[in-house]
């Protein structure tokens, strides 16, 4: 009987020793996970604060509106952590409305983007979206005379797109190099490991298209 007991101590200790090793393995993996949770806020706050030291410094833009219109992104683009396509689009309407306030054009912005799409942005990443969004809207808004122009997203073959397609007079990319609003476009396109498809035709419009694989973000 003695020894009976015995072993059911043994057997009770020896539980007792795992349940607490494994708690102990527990509550390492959830401060690993706090840590790692934390580490990623601190470096999206800091992302954040060096859109803002960004935007101080930046020199003026060539005009009044695009000066404007370059600050509501950088501060949009420093206003939380992370991001949805739906922010995205959210705050390219606000572009698009103030584009639409404060020129004189007779150009219909429109915008088609996906209802459900659950891909996040970091704060980098959202402003460098809304830098080829903008300046896509601002060549099209001031050089095209459309009557139309879009800003559309999509998911195709694994890839983001963010399109500028306006339905205006066009020009002759042999006779004219890239200004610049490509030139910004391009490294912003660059940074986000996409690629820049860029066609226009005269009297047929331009299509700025950039693509972005989907597993950057």
Known sequence: MEEFLGLISIGILVGLIVIYYLS?????QQNK?????RKRISRL?????KILQQLNQKLPE???IKDETVALIYQFAASKNLYTLKD???ATKQIQNHYSKNLETTSTFKINFPEKEM??????ESLMLLTIINEGLHNAALYSNANFIFSIASIEDERLHIITHD???GYNRIEIHDGNGIKTILKATSDLKGDLKLTST???GTVVNVQIPIDNF
Request: net charge neutral.
């Open 119 to 124: 891909l996040s942005f970091e704060p980098q």
């Open 167 to 169: 339905n205006g007079v």
């Open 62 to 64: 060539k005009t009044k």
């Open 202 to 204: 005269i009297g047929n």
């Open 88 to 90: 995205i689009e959210l």
């Open 24 to 28: 102990e393995i527990d509550r390492k």
């Open 33 to 37: 996970s706090l840590d790692s949770k």
């Open 45 to 49: 706050q800091n992302q954040r604060d």
